[in-house]
């Protein structure tokens, strides 16, 4: 990335996984960067992490921790954003937060660069990074809601461990191995054991039998769509799967979309890739998605059940475009269009 500006970056969650893809990230995008700080709870202040050839040490978070910052790549769960973010707009940063905390406070922009780049001028000191399993299907379905709304979703999803953080990864492959060995998998981050089983997502049901990860891509796709008429329903599952993501979505529209138009707009379209292959049943797999930027978008067919249906399914890397890889470019835009307000004399211009 060329750009005439380096900014100074904090990562706060560095240590998770969000965080270590955040500094692969950096790297491999030639983001211009000035300084790098690395932040994360006491619990691992003082730990060494190697980037771009040089040591740093994991610092603990603290009012302190902001000043000569330009941009905070928050993922480190909702309270300590909730906790932290004030602190560091008011030190002058802009806070990226991938938590759920501020996305639907209405100051708050919810970006999707291919999506609603648009909405980031309009931030007040924090944007807000979607939850994963809605970026994964906005990218994919919103070059379709262009040429004609959508009118109706329908998705199910089969979420991989990273989800619920590095801990929870480490902890299915355990489940895993002690599974192979004939010992009784232990459960601690999740409530139950992934390795060869699946369950619906585990976080709070609400009154009517919807729970928060269903509701944030019902609430949080109007908002990046900036379209309260489009209706979501979905049911989300945490399948054992370590990185990527996938969906079975069904799109409802107001008149029939063309089967073969939808084709060549998905492969045309910022994001994503379709990965088709009908004559030897090649579509998207997790494992072919993991490590990968775009979305992997196949399976587009007509519904039968419905005219003005269409049936699709896709599969994202979930720490990288379903949240780091995100973040990035959120900040990339921020440089590119110069929505920074950078008034500290650390930086180099
Ligand atoms: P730590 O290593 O100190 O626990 P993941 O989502 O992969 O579980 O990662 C969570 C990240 O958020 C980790 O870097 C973790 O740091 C950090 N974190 C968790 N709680 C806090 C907190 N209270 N203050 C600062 N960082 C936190």
Request: net charge negative; with cysteine.
């Amino acid at each position: 990335m060329q750009l005439s500006r380096k900014v100074n970056i904090a990562i706060l969650g560095a240590t998770g996984a969000v965080g270590q893809e955040l500094l692969e990230l950096l790297t491999e995008r030639e983001f211009p960067l000035n300084n790098l700080k690395l932040l994360a709870s006491s619990r691992s202040a003082g730990n060494k992490i190697v980037f771009q050839g040089k040591e740093l040490t994991v610092e603990a978070v603290s009012e302190t921790s902001f000043e000569d910052v330009d941009i905070v790549l928050a993922s480190a769960g909702g309270s300590t954003s909730k906790a932290w973010a004030q602190i560091a707009v008011n030190a002058g940063a802009v806070v990226i937060d991938n938590s759920s905390a501020f996305r639907m406070d209405d100051r708050v922009p919810l970006v999707v660069p291919e999506i609603n780049p648009e909405a980031a001028a309009k931030h007040q000191g924090i944007i807000a990074n979607p939850n994963c399993t809605t970026i994964l299907m906005g990218v994919a379905i919103y070059p379709l809601h262009q040429v004609q709304p959508i009118k109706r979703v329908v998705v199910a999803t089969y979420q991989s461990a990273s989800g619920a953080g590095a801990r929870a990864m480490a902890e299915a492959q355990t489940q895993a191995r002690d599974i192979l060995d004939g010992k009784q998998p232990q459960a601690e981050i999740l409530p139950y054991p992934l390795a060869f089983n699946l369950f619906p997502h585990n976080s709070p049901l609400n009154d009517q039998g919807y729970c928060e990860e269903e509701m944030k891509m019902v609430n949080e796709t109007r908002k990046i769509f900036n379209d309260d008429q489009i209706r979501v329903t979905a049911t989300c599952v945490r399948v054992p799967i370590l990185r990527a993501h996938s969906e079975a979505i069904n799109l409802e529209f107001e008149r029939p979309f063309e089967v073969n138009q939808a084709r060549e707009i998905i492969a045309a379209a910022p994001g994503v890739k379709l990965v088709e292959d009908w004559q030897s049943n090649y579509f998207p797999m997790p494992i072919d998605a993991t490590g990968q930027d775009p979305v992997l978008v196949g399976r587009i067919r007509q519904d039968i059940s419905h005219k003005c249906g269409l049936e699709l399914w896709l599969c994202g890397d979930q720490i990288r475009k379903g949240a780091a890889l995100n973040a990035i470019q959120i900040a990339e835009l921020l440089l590119e269009k110069n929505l920074l307000s950078v008034s500290n004399s650390a930086v180099s211009v």
